[in-house]
């Protein structure tokens, strides 16, 4: 079973829109989370990175929440563009030497 | 741009051959993580290296080896190739084996194994 389950595994919406992904983690001890952006065929961009104490990041329009307690975490993407159609990706960072455990992604397609 | 540059970025092997990827990481940075992506799969972790020595390796065979340089530059280096090992692979840099160290990523090599 992977460590970090990610839904939906797949989203269309219509540009404009707004979406939210959701991630539940299993991992621990629990040092942080992040969301990466994935263009097909390229490395990850990171978009967010978030610590134990917070429970909310932005960045432009994307925005990440964490709730530690439940090991969930969502990101917000508000009012979508055609190029946010991309691969978002959930991980954690556990056991303090950096090992990254990676949900499966959710496939954002954003159509005009 | 991350400052993570890998080479070369496409790649078409036999099976049973061997390849070596690079990886130059960002300055600064004296962690290196590698891992595979196979089509529609999140990434999976085959090996770190920190300081020119192995930190740490993922569920993957011995004939998958790496090398870190005192730059901090590093290899992968993939034995006797198999057409499962046809995947994107990604380096990841950062400035700290802790896991605070936020994680730069490299463009990924295409390797196709026929």
């Known amino acids: 079973k992977n460590q970090v389950e990610q839904s939906p595994q797949s989203l269309i919406i219509l540009e404009g829109k707004n979406c939210t992904l959701q991630?539940?983690?299993?991992?621990?001890?629990?040092?942080?989370l992040r969301w990466y952006k994935q263009d097909t065929g390229r490395g990850p961009v990171s978009l967010t990175i978030?610590?134990?104490?917070?429970n909310t990041k932005s960045n432009g329009r994307y925005t990440a929440t964490l709730d530690a307690d439940t090991k969930q975490s969502s990101l917000h993407i508000t009012a979508s563009q055609l190029s946010d159609s991309a691969s978002y990706i959930c991980?954690?960072?556990?056991?303090?030497?950096?090992?990254?455990?990676f949900g499966k992604g959710n496939q954002v397609v954003v159509i005009p | 741009e991350t400052g993570v540059t890998q080479s070369p970025t496409h790649l078409i092997k036999t099976r049973g051959q061997q390849v070596t990827l690079r990886c130059s990481s960002q300055?600064?940075?004296?962690?290196v993580s590698w891992y595979q992506q196979a089509l529609g799969q999140g990434p999976q972790f085959i090996f770190q290296?920190?300081?020119?020595?192995?930190?740490g390796r993922g569920n993957f065979p011995p004939r998958f080896s790496g090398l870190q340089f005192p730059n901090y530059s590093s290899e992968l280096n993939v034995n006797a190739l198999e057409l499962d090992d046809s995947a994107l692979y990604l380096c990841?840099?950062?400035?700290?084996?802790?896991?605070?160290?936020?994680?730069?990523f490299g463009q990924g090599t295409r390797l196709t194994v026929v």
């Open positions: 990841a840099s950062s400035q700290s084996v802790r896991g605070d160290g936020e994680a730069f």
């Open positions: 991630c539940n983690y299993t991992v621990s001890p629990f040092s942080n």
């Open positions: 978030m610590t134990f104490s917070e």
């Open positions: 991980v954690v960072s556990y056991g303090g030497n950096n090992r990254l455990a």
């Open positions: 300055s600064g940075h004296n962690t």
């Open positions: 290296y920190y300081r020119e020595e192995e930190n």
